[in-house]
Each structure stands twice: as C-alpha cells, then as structure tokens.
C-alpha cells in the first residue's frame, strides 16, 4: 500500500527522503501541480548537472604522471645507496666512526701546516736547479779555475813523467784516474749544465787534482 | 595536510564509476539479503590498488589511473575551473599516494583516501592561485572562471549552472558537485569531506535550493514574459 505524503513533507523528501518517501511523493505529484513543479526543477538540476561531466581521455596525461612517480621513486631509492654505500663500516659504532673521522681531519690538518711551513725554505734551499746568470758566473770560474790547475799541472809534468820515486808513480796514477773522473763528469755536466750536484763533483774532483799537484810540487822541492 | 587516517566504515566503498541517476535515491546504503556481490568486489579492487601502490608497483598507479584518473581530472576541473590546472593537480595527487602510502592504514577505503588528497590538492592549489592574484592586485571573484570544454555538453545550462555555482559556499559547492556531478553516495563524500553523512546531505539539500532560486527568474518576471 502507497504511503501518503503531503506538500510540507516535500523538503524533507528532498533531503533524506527514502525510496518509498519517493515514491509517494512522485504519487502525491500527480495531483498537486506545485509539488509536480517543484519535482521538476529539483530533477533538472541533476539533468542539469550532467552537463558538468567530461570524461574524454588525455592520452598525454598518464606518460606525465607516470614520468614523474618514476622520478620521484629515483629520487627515495638515491639515499638508500649512499647508506648501502658507507654499509663497510657496519659493525663500527657512531662514537668510533666519528672518532675516525676527527682523526682524519687532525691528519688532514697537520699535513696541510707542514706543507705550508715547509714549502718555502724546501724552495730556498733547493740548490738542484740553477738559474741561467749564475750558471754563467759557475762556468766562468771554473774555466778559471781549470786553467790555474793546468798551469800546475805543467809545471808538476816533468816528475810525473818520468817518477823518481814511488811516491810520485803513485801521485801520477791518482792524477790519471782523477783526470779520467774529471772527464766523465764534464761530459755529464755538458748534457745537464743546471745540475748542481755534478758541479759540486767535479769541483771536488779538481781540488783533489789541485791537492795532488801541490803535493807533487811539494815532493820535488824535498 | 591532514589527508591521512580516514575514517570511513567500509560499506562506503567508491565504486568504479559514476552511477547513473534520474531521481537518485540513498535508502542509508542497507544492503538486504547478504552482501552485494558489487561491494565485495570494490572491497577486493580497494585492498589491491593499496597493496600494489604500497609495494611501488607502477602498473598498479596505471591502474588506478585507468579506472579513476578521468573522474579525478573531472572533479579537479571543476573544482579548479582550469583544465591544466586538474592536470597538475591530479598529477600532484599521485605523487602524494606515492609519499604517503606508507602512512595509510587501512582504516578507510584506499580510492576515498585517494579522492581526499586530490579534493586537498585542490584546495591548495586554489589557495595558492588567490594569493598570487593578490600579489597581482587582481580584484577577480575566488571562483575560478571555468574553461570551455566537451563540445557534447550543452554550453549554455552547463555555463549557467557554473556560474550558479561559482555564488555557493565551497562546502555546498563542492557536496553538490561529488554528488550530483561525481556520483559519489554521501558516505563517500562524508569521509573526502570529514563531514557526517547528515551534513553532507544537508549541505547538498541547501546547495540545490539556492541553485534553483538562482537559476529561476522571479515568479513575477517569469509571469510578466508569459
């Protein structure tokens, strides 16, 4: 059996009205033009409402979203390897790691200062390269000094040739395996003339030829 | 932006799609005669879109995609009035299942949780449109101007409804498009909404009374042109 509504039921079908309510009311309708006109508009604008519905696909819009929750889980997945990347210190606690690591800094630091204290006088006292106008100044001396040598040993050439005694056989090697040394090194110094260290040889090499002339000298006068 | 931790009873599930409706009626949702084949199913497609978004499963977002993505693109639009901004908004949504999944419990239905970030979303990107129309010195009305859209769709009651919508409050504007445009059922929308059912029916039932008296002429203008 239909229910019976009345005209003043009509909002509170309208709000909360159940399936039965409904029907009455539609019933109640057909003999109340109000209420059929009330019903009417009421509908339409569900009708209406329709309109307000487009569901036509975007075929760019899914490549976008996808896309992005791709990136998006790149990006959560990036940390988890830099952790995983650090996991060779697992068992080592936080306090050590740190630890560690101020050790490194304070290593990193001192090694830094020494560099730096040290630079300088390493440069200054690097002796290994010479200049161009010093090694001039070297060269000139030393061909000085060779000729001053060279007069001495003139002058020692006559004992020395023909020995008087063993002493001087034995000056006269020295001074051939010495001048033999001073011409190895010459040609050494020749192919690096900046090397320092072959100049300090071969000034060795002539004061100990300039000793053993002088010696030889010496002897004579005895 | 309290999105997450939704309560909803699960007999509300959201259904696939829209249903159709002339004069819709919600006898309080009771399901006579043991359980709706329909709602278990929704039940089921729930619980798996959750357990797929929650693994990172992309082809499980495609999926939800496929079977809400034109539903949330329409709400969006409406909601934003701007179809490019629904799709950015829709965009956002899924990065934030995407951020929050791990937060979501399973209280409520996952696609009413989905729905509420985007309605969320939405906001925010209002929000933020109407600040910069401030910076902007911009004097325009809060309600965006919609946008032309489907040619099917008849211009002129759908622009008259827009702009009868735009002088609603947000609250009866945004009932009134879930459930008479969206076709959600007023449990769904209770829990997008974090309103009774009550309320949203209530909120609907005024929202139609103010359309219709802005949508009708005055009873004397219309007697006059008769």
Known sequence: MMMNVACNDRDRIFEDGTRVEWAALEAHAASCPACAGELRAWKSLSVAAQEM???TENPASWPRIERALAEEAGRKTRPARRRSWLSFLPGISLGWQTAVAGALVLVLAISAGWIFIRGPHRVENDKSLLKSAALE??????????????KLAAEAKPQLENPATPLLANYHEKLAVLDSA????????GLNP???QLRHQLLAMYQEKQHTLEEVLEARKQ | MGTMGLALPWKARIASVPRERESRVEPSEHFAGGPNPAVVD?????????AGCRAGNLQTYERLYSIHGARMRNL?????GNPVDAEDAVQETFLKVQRGIASFRGQSSFVTWTYRILINTCYDARRSRLRKKEVANDDSAETPRPEPRAPGAHPSLR????RALASLTKHQRDVFLLYEVEGFRHAEIA???EITETASKNTLFQAKKNLRMILEPPRSSAAEAR
Do not use: C, F, P
């Open chain 1, 137 to 150: 100044n070297v060269e000139r001396a030393e061909a000085l000094y060779v000729q001053a040598i060279d």
């Open chain 1, 182 to 189: 001073i011409a190895d090194l010459r040609t050494e110094a």
């Open chain 1, 53 to 55: 519905r487009d569901y």
């Open chain 2, 76 to 80: 969006a639009r409406n909601l934003l």
């Open chain 2, 159 to 162: 622009m008259a409804l827009e």
């Open chain 2, 191 to 193: 829990g997008m909404l």
């Open chain 2, 42 to 50: 929704a039940i089921t497609e729930d619980a798996s879109l959750a």
């Open chain 1, 194 to 196: 900046s090397n320092a």
